[in-house]
């Protein structure tokens, strides 16, 4: 069956075992699977999370811990180590997604990713030089690439639309508490382990946290589910009601077997859907806009304090970003709506960084810190939904304009590297080129959300005449649908 092409909610057959279920029966058979899937996912991809992020982001961390000291970088070959890791993150994402989705089993293939760049993040503590870091810097992109775009892949392959945007503030949270917390991590390992056994302090943290990544990968093994057919802890019963209430949210059958998938016809699919573009534009401009929080240990250091309080004056705004997510995301899921909960916290990202560019006093300028974290990400996991939410069908449709889209939006993140530059000395760095760079592309991401809504709700109307809409539900020609398939606006 062709995408779009699929039948009316109203004339889908339920398998065997989903038909002979009773409403009420259905109700609590569903909460039950949720509840044993929740219990046996999240928990798991939010903690590898925590370690893709700790991983990846720690290099900001141990420029304060002696790294740049010991081995004499100057500032631009300090960028040049925080952007190379993008490059091989960029390349990988989408072969990645596309493997993911062909072998089916993400419980076997995320694991053992993750072994591998916890083995590179613990090399990197051995580098003692330049070039060895950029060497460590590529490969731990290339292999991590695989884990976050996978993760939103894997979650709408469990949950419908309107309980996918929760899930993804759960995975997203992850990277959050990893900031909270990876900076008060740094600061207890450098404020105790500086020339432990011979070792500069930053050494300590790569070899500590790849080892303890490697650590949770094992474990990992036993615990994730693969996709709805091929988890093999799940009763026959529950792998039909899986599989049928993600027929049913979108009408038409996901994930049903690797002979089932190509590689490139999926991609294809997604690059000449207009909705991939502009979503892809989306992303890249609020990734662009939250470039700042891989400086922000730097961007913290201006208020004046020294290397220990500035890692642990770093962990606030992180904390309120994984409340504000959760709320807003939950809320959205709720409502169904999406373009409003996007675009008001972008809102007080925009106003938050022109408050931090426009004064150098302490208070205001730690008010607008606080700000500027939640006003980027509380909408952004929201924005990763809608991509799911807008192009959920085929499945590996899904999964090449996920990758996609997280690659090219990544790539803010090579020439965002040289926006915030490290002087010598005691000097403060000037900030307000890249807090005013980063505030246009916040407002160009709040232009294309506004754009991506018009296209859903035109569509919408489409669907309301009965009209064909490729990769939506479609009723019978000229017959408009009472309660089919709408996108989600």
Same mark, same amino acid.
């Given at each position: 069956m062709e995408p779009g092409h699929a039948p009316s909610s109203s004339k889908l057959q339920p398998p065997e075992l989903v038909a002979a279920m009773s409403p009420e029966y259905r109700l609590q058979a569903?909460?039950?699977l949720r509840r044993k899937i929740d219990s046996r996912l999240l928990p798991m991809i939010i903690l590898m999370y925590i370690m893709n992020y700790l991983d990846r982001n720690n290099i900001a961390a141990v420029r304060l811990a002696g790294l740049q000291d010991e081995l004499e970088l100057s500032s631009v070959q300090y960028q040049t180590i925080i952007s190379i890791l993008f490059v091989g993150y960029i390349l990988m994402q989408i072969p990645s997604n596309l493997l993911l989705n062909k072998t089916g089993r993400p419980a076997i293939y995320l694991p053992c990713c993750m072994i591998i760049w916890g083995i590179i993040s613990g090399a990197t503590g051995a580098c003692?030089?330049?070039g060895g870091l950029v060497a460590c810097r590529f490969f731990l992109g290339f292999i991590e690439a695989a884990y976050f775009p996978g993760c939103l892949f894997y979650l709408s392959s469990w949950y419908t639309r309107k309980e996918l945007g929760f899930r993804t503030a759960v995975l997203y949270s992850g990277s959050l508490i990893s900031g909270a917390f990876g900076g008060l991590v740094t600061a207890g390992i450098t404020s105790n382990m500086d020339h432990t056994h011979g070792l500069r302090a930053w050494r300590w943290v790569f070899i500590i946290e790849g080892a303890i990544t490697v650590v949770i990968a094992v474990g990992a093994f036993f615990i994730l589910p693969n996709f709805p057919r091929t988890t093999s802890w799940l009763s026959d019963e529950e792998r039909q009601l899986a599989a049928y209430r993600l027929l049913e949210d979108v009408g038409e059958d996901d994930w049903t077997s690797s002979a089932s998938q190509s590689f490139f016809h999926g991609l294809k699919l997604a690059l000449v859907d207009i909705k991939t573009w502009v979503l892809?534009?989306?992303?890249?401009?609020?990734v &662009?806009?939250? &470039?700042?929080t891989n400086f922000f240990p730097t961007v913290v250091k201006t208020l004046g304090y020294g290397n220990v309080e500035t890692l642990l004056l770093t962990a606030p705004p992180y904390v309120l970003a994984v409340i504000t997510t959760y709320l807003n995301a939950w809320h959205a899921d709720r409502t169904g709506e999406r373009f409003f909960h996007i675009?008001?916290?972008?809102?007080v990202g925009v106003v938050a960084f022109i408050l931090c560019a426009a004064t150098?006093?302490?208070a205001p300028r730690y008010v607008a810190m606080m700000l500027m974290v939640p006003g980027v990400y509380t909408g952004y996991v929201v924005a990763l939904t809608w991509i799911s939410n807008s192009l959920p069908r085929p499945a590996s449709k899904r999964a090449a304009a996920l990758a996609f889209i997280n690659a090219i939006s990544n790539t803010s993140s090579i020439y965002? &590297?040289?926006m915030y530059p490290q002087p010598k000395g005691k000097a403060q760095p000037d900030l307000t080129v890249p807090l005013s760079v980063d505030c246009a592309t916040a407002v160009l991401a709040i232009i294309m959300a506004a754009i991506m809504r018009i296209i859903l709700a035109r569509l919408n109307k489409k669907l309301d005449r009965g009209e064909h809409v490729e990769g939506a539900i479609n009723a019978v020609p000229g017959e408009a649908q009472e309660h089919g398939f709408r996108f989600l606006i």
């Open positions: 569903e909460a039950k003692q030089n330049f892809m534009v989306l992303l890249l401009a609020i &662009s806009s939250a &470039s700042v675009v008001l916290p972008l809102c150098h006093s302490v965002a &590297s040289y």
